[in-house]
């Protein structure tokens, strides 16, 4: 990379609508993403098929699609087998921008699905799902620093189920931590490319969407307060900016009310797609004979292939009409008189590269109000629990804070970010 070539500063705010952030710049609850928005470029922008973390993030980090990165899920299940394998960091098969020859110094904070942390040129402290901060972090002589500012990866959702009041002091206190750490490194390195990610953006809008809604709800403050808090965080990033560095806000998917939860397995049992040898199922190697479909979270279905699954009694020739009955049962699936999906996609439709083998056969896409899951053990097709806000696939947002509309794809995704950046670096 040449040495002229710009700096990058990255914040993401995970699960943050488009429609939301807009609101809140406009109400004063975030008056410096306001003056980014009127000075620089802002548009909603695509998440990953399915919508999730894990998928959306490593997409944005290596501009390409889960056919290419690998990554199709929290959750997988390696072929000829029925066991539940939980991809890391060390399965993504496409690199990181920050291993990209000439990238320069990276520090990396907080972005999901980075665990193990693995070597760089720079720092990393990974992001959910990590289960030790030892292993999440390069290089490791960081660890006795974060120590001690208290840095902690996650809030303790069980904290909500306890009560929302621990719930939001841990949130706050782990925003605080974080804030703690970009400080000491945006101070300590020198770097090419800055980012820095907040997930707890995405669990006060799964726990408190209604309280969002609801302006006469006890928790409505909290909720807004958070997010003028990271707004503070983002003013104070600009500040520190240099005039020729560029900055990219973005979210990895959007967000709205969740209605009903909708049990996907269930559903194909119900309707003599997937056996079990036994009730409840105790994993997916209870699988019986005579399975042709199950699914993986969230609404991940894969056919039950012979010669790629243990007990696959799905032959090559039928493919195409158990897929056919497949969605057609899907399509009509409704709760009071409300379609509850809104798209099925096929495979070969959302993803292409070398992994197109282990990709699901169809996704599905809920929709408005109904939160698709694929848990074994459901009892009921339709399902409420604590969840008031449930992750959205078309309203992400992205914002730029250069008139960089030459480079911005009129409705963009997350795929596009990679490419997005090295326009970026290389603009006069
Ligand atoms: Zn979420």
Known sequence: MAQNSKRIVLIGLDGMPYQLIRDLAENGVMPHTKSLIKSGVFKQMESSIPEISSVAWSSIITGGNPGQHGIFGFTDVPIHTYRLSFPNFNDLLM??????????????????FTYPAARLNGVLIAGFVALDLRRAVYPTSLLPVLDEMGYRIDVDANKAHQSIDLFLKD??????????????LWDKEDWRTFMLVFTGTDRLAHFLWHAYEDKQHKHHAAFLNHLHQIDEIIGEITQKMDETDALIMLSDHGFERLENDVQINFFLSQEGFLRFKRTPPQSLADIDYGTTAFALEPARIYLNLEGKYPRGSVKPENKKSILNKLEAGLKSLEINGKKVIERICRKEEIYEGPQLDRAPDLVLLSSKGFNLKSGL????????????????????????NKPATDIIQERPSVYDIVGIMNKLRNKR
């Open 95 to 112: 690199p990181p921008f920050w291993k990209h020859k000439g990238s320069g110094r990276s520090v990396i904070i907080n972005v999901p």
């Open 171 to 184: 949130l706050d206190r782990t925003l605080q931590a974080r804030i703690r750490a970009y400080r000491y």
């Open 377 to 400: 053990k459901a009892t009921r097709l339709f399902e409420k629990d604590i969840f008031t806000g449930k992750h959205s696939q078309k309203d992400a947002f992205l914002l730029i």
